[in-house]
Nanobody, 124 residues
């Protein structure tokens, strides 16, 4: 079992930055790819980006590419999402997730464990 806790959400003006963290505990043997998803009101949960277990490979959704950066510190069992140039359409609950294996899964169904989410609100 892997437990995930997100932090770092909040209210920010358009153009601003936030850094989200996802702390993992439990069976953290680092054989997990991890991902960030988000869900806006009335919309489906969508992938923001993902990172391989080693951190050497990443994936970004087109809507955030060039603005968001995913990283992880396996020594601290923590994944990060640096969000720059935020837009009102980035407003959502952001979730971190972990998937068994080393590759970079994109589909929600590939993820085995989920955090509770953290709210990000970008004002115009």
């Amino acid at each position: 079992q892997v437990y995930l806790v997100e932090s770092g959400g909040g209210l920010v003006q358009a153009g601003g930055s936030l850094r989200l963290s996802c702390a993992a505990s439990g069976r953290t043997d680092n054989n997990y790819a991890m991902g960030w998803f988000r869900q806006a009101p009335g919309k489906e949960r969508e992938i923001v980006g993902a990172i391989s277990s080693s951190g050497s490979s990443t994936y970004y959704a087109g809507s955030v590419k060039g603005r968001f950066t995913i990283s992880r510190d396996n020594a601290k069992n923590t994944m990060y999402l640096q969000m720059n140039s935020l837009k009102p359409e980035d407003t959502a609950i952001y979730y971190c997730a972990a998937a068994l294996g080393h590759l970079v899964p994109v589909a929600k169904g590939a993820y085995n464990y989920w955090g509770q989410g953290t709210q990000v609100t970008v004002s115009s």
